[in-house]
């Protein structure tokens, strides 16, 4: 079945540190990726998405490159800030109903 | 409006108490979501609403009763909860017919069951 695998983390980092938080997929056939951010005590928020192979998605400073040969959507952010402080889910859609998520990263950013 | 919302933001609540959460939208999505989330794990699947029908109920116990009023409404109503049932609870929306999926989320209502 399909799944995603991402970093759990916690992933602690200095203020304008380089980030990347790992994630890969297992899917049958040709998915649509996602990162969703969730700020402490709020819902998810879509922060970036790919709809197939080689496209990258960026948003806010983040981006991540959907790779197919390597089943791979890793982002990344050049400079984080304390306000990118949160949990981060990598998820997969095959355009039926269900968004399968990962388990989450969490991260700290500290000043 | 690219907004899910939902009301109450917080619920408490005793386990012979019967309540209802709520979420509307007005982005013209034709597909709803209830998901369910316990503290550190990512959000489970619940029911699915696919134009106001119910698509998908993920085993869901029965002391959790999705309704789709209209196609901008959809609530859930509790009844019997146990203290497990205590977790967040998110609604979210996407369009129908779309490859990607694009699900938006509301802000959640925080339950705990007594």
């Known amino acids: 079945g399909n799944s995603v695998t991402q970093m759990e983390g916690p992933v602690t980092l200095s203020e304008e540190a380089f980030l990347t938080i790992n994630c890969t997929y297992t899917a049958t056939g040709y998915p649509s990726l996602f990162w969703y951010v969730q700020y402490p005590g709020e819902g998810l928020q879509l922060l970036l998405k790919?709809?197939?192979?080689?496209d990258k998605g960026s948003n806010k400073g983040f981006e991540a490159t959907y790779r197919k040969e390597t089943t791979s959507f890793h982002l990344e952010k050049g400079s984080v800030q304390v306000s990118d402080s949160a949990v981060y889910f990598c998820a997969l859609s095959e355009g039926d109903d269900k968004i399968i998520f990962g388990k989450g990263t969490r991260l700290h950013i500290l000043p | 409006d690219t907004e899910v919302t939902q009301t109450p933001k917080h619920l408490v609540m005793g386990m012979t108490n019967k309540k209802s959460l709520k979420c509307e939208q007005h982005?013209?999505?034709?597909?709803m979501y209830w998901y369910k989330q316990k503290a550190k794990k990512p959000p489970e699947l619940m029911f699915v609403y696919s134009y106001e029908k119910l698509s998908i109920n993920e085993s869901v116990p029965s002391r959790f009763s999705p309704e789709c009023p209209n196609s901008s409404l959809l609530n859930l109503h509790l009844h019997a909860l146990q203290p497990e049932d205590s977790a967040l609870y998110l609604c979210?929306?996407?369009?129908?017919?779309?490859?990607?999926?694009?699900?938006?989320f509301g802000p959640g209502t925080r339950l705990t069951v007594l």
């Open positions: 790919a709809t197939k192979a080689d």
């Open positions: 982005m013209g999505h034709r597909a």
């Open positions: 979210a929306s996407s369009k129908r017919g779309e490859l990607d999926n694009e699900q938006f």
